[in-house]
């Protein structure tokens, strides 16, 4: 099974809402990405978890919350979110040795809207 | 990490051979170049990525100058399916981050 899940696959929430994006994958990966994609431009990588630790944020504001309940597992917590949080979240996942092929698998994307 | 610069947009004939080049000037011994592409509204898929010497697989071929400062993915015989944004990527050894650049869209005509 070489998959990443991600549900749900669209989403919509007003700003007061309180929502949960959620990542599974069952490679027996040790690491696990969140990333923020808008319209017509590159993933930006937002959080790291290896071996179920947060070792990489990239200066993300506080409305977004990760977590890493097991190592199969990765929920990205949204808070208070503004209009231009809207975009593709996406998740991914690598074996986390940082070895040579230490590729990275992504989910399909949950589409976010916020209105 | 080194950035990268890619062109903005191709267009290759079915077929043909598609040449992606990235330029990655600033690149350090200890960092790998990894190609990835994005089909309209998926997530990324891995294609190949290399170090300093030459690598293919049933995808792709990676071809990295002697300096290791800029690198072409070919397609050898472009289909319509290849139509994507393609994104080289440079990675550290010692990490497992991803920072991806803006990217080729690369469009295959039919």
């Known amino acids: 099974d070489t998959e990443v899940t991600q549900t749900p696959k669209h989403l919509v929430m007003g700003m007061t809402n309180k929502k949960s994006l959620k990542c599974e994958q069952h490679?027996?990966?040790?690491?696990m990405y969140w990333y923020k994609q808008k319209a017509k431009k590159p993933p930006e990588l937002m959080f790291v978890?290896?071996?179920?630790?947060?070792?990489i944020n990239e200066s993300v504001p506080s409305r977004f919350s990760p977590e890493c309940p097991n190592s199969s597992l990765l929920n990205l917590h949204l808070h208070a979110l503004q209009p231009e949080d809207s975009a593709l979240y996406l998740c991914?996942?690598?074996?986390?040795?940082?070895?040579?092929?230490?590729?990275?698998?992504f989910g399909p994307g949950t589409r976010l809207t916020v209105l | 990490d080194a950035k990268t610069t890619q062109p903005t947009s191709m267009d290759c004939a079915e077929g043909r051979a598609a040449n992606l080049p990235c330029n990655h000037s600033?690149?350090?011994?200890?960092?790998?170049v990894y190609w990835y592409r994005q089909i309209h509204s998926q997530g990324p898929q891995y294609i190949i990525h290399?170090?300093?010497n030459n690598e293919t697989n049933e995808m792709a071929s990676l071809i990295i100058t002697e300096d290791r400062k800029s690198s072409t993915l070919i397609l050898p015989h472009a289909t319509l399916r290849d139509t994507a944004v393609y994104y080289c990527?440079?990675?550290?050894?010692?990490?497992?981050?991803?920072?991806f650049g803006t990217g080729t869209s690369l469009t295959v005509i039919p």
């Open positions: 991914a996942s690598s074996q986390g040795d940082g070895g040579s092929l230490d590729e990275q698998f």
């Open positions: 490679m027996g990966h040790r690491a």
């Open positions: 978890y290896s071996y179920e630790k947060l070792s």
């Open positions: 600033t690149i350090s011994g200890n960092e790998y």
């Open positions: 290399g170090l300093k």
């Open positions: 990527i440079v990675r550290a050894f010692t990490g497992n981050q991803f920072y």
